[in-house]
């Protein structure tokens, strides 16, 4: 009789490819979702420093000076989506719901290995395995709880690393497999699970659990530390434990730079002042609350915030503490004749310690996104209890009615999960949608920031006003909401209320760069550019390297005639970042003030290879050009130029004065005209189109234009000299 282990490669393979298919299914929707404004900004759509995967971009993932938690693995995947994808945001849904797809399957292996290992020495179908394996893999990657990791693209590390956390399961799994152990091949597989285990970390660090995670594996189901506690410390265990080292040296060295990298992320001013007695009450509390979603995956969230004044004996703390001690409790005893509980409880545990609250490093008490993999034992026990039930129908221990109502439920619910997931994909569709379904779900002060936030980047301040003030009510002296109420003001044109929100956030956080930038640009913006240097110069004391607040200090000391000084805060902004292109364009701006144009053209070149979409870069290229000499590639740079922005006049009237130096000077009327129908009022290319149509000998229509050009501007002395000249000119005819 054939083993259905040995099964043929389509049979073995026709689950997993459904698994793929269903779980691809139901996230779809998450293909036609945007970026939202949490996160994304920051790390993706106004981060230029990881697209693409050239050196520099290399240097900065790996050399860990960047805006995250060390994850280089991670910012590679993102590097290939801009190769790949660019900046839409579908190609990067795509390669995370590819990711988490693929989890999926390779859970379905782990779990279908975890199961056989549980079943040692006891007679066990193999088809009962495969269902309960198959149950197992849906229950994880279709559960609501999945989609924050899957379809919030900055959450691509959590797909990321469970894959290779997956993995390294998995080949620790085959090097233990009979006869493998100690052989080329078993080692093999297991310095594979090492570098698993290593990719993992370096894809998040949360990773930390893998090597716990297999000692809990080794005790249930592998059953390779004996029988009790005793027999862990024996002789025998030994290798067991040495095993472990070469993950726990990765952990080491990993953990290290996430350690030193997380102290420069937290700012403890924004978390909520709290003892150990309420840390203890927040991790138990967040433990029974993924418990509950877990079983009830209603009323996700982006965002659960942690109260501001936390009563641990309140009574959503202690039903959680009693929860906890009964769930525990249970496991505890029931370990002899269920012993995969207490592992299962234990690993929840295990893989959620670093995110529950007993060190704390942020303001929520909880997020969907930490289940990923906590949330495995789970769907794992699920499987067993589908597999046990149906063995023991096979056996005659179960009937037909109970083993149909067991049929029923593990069918409804992989169909009821993907489609609560498919309905909480949908909700991360746009930012506004997503915080408009935060707020709704748990509303809070942090939500209603976050939604003015995303109105404000929409281009929506006075929408976004009313959700920055409920912040400000909800909490009152909350300096970010305070501080993007002054941005939403200025954007809105009341400057100086805008200063007043500044100033007002500057009394109690004085020591914030950015807070003193957007002072000082609003100040500049009101007229007042001494000021405006004040704050500029204050936020430098600050920050050093802040590379916008040299940039905007360079613009106001160039507008008040000071442009040596301004050339070295650009070429400053430039060696803290050397990717600005408004920084070498500026500069290339000052230098032609300065009567550099040689230099000036290398900063206009470097600013459009940076950003070949800007616009105002090329048409300072093609001034500097022209000023050289270089009239074709002058007009090349005007006209690429219009193409990006054909409503840019200035634009116009430079590629219309090119073309005059070129002897062109009926192309040059025509770009002259253009020039005036976006700005009608501009005396300057009423003067210009007045030479062209003279450079042409059409005198009158040239007398036309110098008439117009003084009616707006009456002392604009040139176009009174032309016009003199026009009509001297037509009399002499």
Known sequence: MTDPRQRGPRVSWAIPLGIFALTFLAFLPSLWNGFVDWDDPLNLTENPDYR??????????????????????????????????????????????????????????????????????????????????ALAALLFSLHPLRVESVVWATERRDVLSG????????????????????????????????????????????????????????????????????????????????????????????????????????????????????????????????????????????????????????????????????????????????????????????????????????????????????????????????????????????????????AVVALALPIGLGGLAWMQTRVWRDSETLWAHTVAVTPSARAHLHWGRSLIREGKPDEAIPHLREALRLRPGYSFARFDLGVALEAQGDLSAAVDEYRAVLRDRPDVANVHYSLGSALHRLGRPAEAIEQY?????????????????????AAQGRLTEAVEHYREALRANPRIAVAENNLGRTLLRLDRPEEATQHFQRAVEIDPRNADARNNLGSALAREGKLVDAIDQFEAALRLSPAYAEARSNLGIALMRANRPVDAADHFRKALEINPGSAEAHNLLGIALARQGRMREAAGQFRDALRIKPDFDQARANLGQALAEERRR
């Not at 090492?194 to 090597?211: F, Q, R």
């Not at 802040?546 to 360079?554: D, R, S, T």
């Open 52 to 133: 693409g995967l050239g050196w520099s971009q290399l240097k900065w993932m790996f050399g860990g000076n960047n805006t995250n938690f060390y994850m280089p693995l991670t910012w590679l995947t993102y590097g290939l989506d801009y190769t790949l994808w660019g900046m839409n945001p579908a190609g990067y849904h795509l390669t995370s719901l590819l990711l988490h797809a693929l989890n999926a399957c390779v859970f379905y292996f782990v779990a279908l290995r975890l199961l056989r290992a549980a079943r040692r020495g006891e007679p066990a179908r193999d088809s009962a395995l495969r269902a309960g394996a």
């Open 163 to 406: 894959l290779f956390y997956l993995l390294a399961i998995l080949a620790y799994l085959h090097s233990l497999e009979p006869g493998a152990a100690a052989t080329p091949r078993g080692r093999a597989w297991y310095w594979s699970a090492v570098a698993a285990g290593l990719c993992a970390l370096l894809s998040k660090p949360m990773a930390v659990s893998l090597p716990v995670i297999l000692v809990l594996l080794d005790i249930y189901p592998l059953r390779r530390l004996g029988s009790g506690p005793v027999s862990w410390l024996a002789p025998a265990a030994r290798r067991v434990w040495l095993e472990k080292m070469p993950f726990v040296l990765c952990n080491a060295a990993t953990s290290t730079v996430a350690l030193l990298r997380l102290g420069e992320l937290i700012d403890p001013t924004a978390l909520p002042p709290m003892n150990w007695l309420g840390r203890l009450a927040v991790s138990v509390y967040a433990l029974a609350f993924y418990l509950w979603k877990t079983l009830v995956p209603w009323n996700l969230s982006a965002l659960y915030e942690q109260p501001l004044l936390l009563d641990p004996t309140a009574w959503p703390f202690v039903l959680s503490a009693l929860t906890v001690a009964a769930v525990t409790v249970i496991a505890v005893s029931l370990r002899r004749r269920w012993p995969s509980l207490l592992t299962v409880w234990l690993a929840f545990v295990v893989v959620l310690l670093p995110v529950l609250g007993i060190i704390q490093i942020q303001s929520m008490i909880a997020a969907d996104r930490y289940t990923y993999l906590a949330c495995l034992g789970w769907a794992l026990l699920a499987g067993g209890i589908l597999a046990s039930a149906i063995e023991a129908h096979a056996a005659g221990r179960l009937g037909k009615r109970a083993m149909a109502l067991i």
């Open 537 to 557: 110069e204050a936020a430098l004391r600050l920050e050093p390297t802040f590379w916008p607040a040299h940039v905007n200090l360079g613009a106001a000391l």
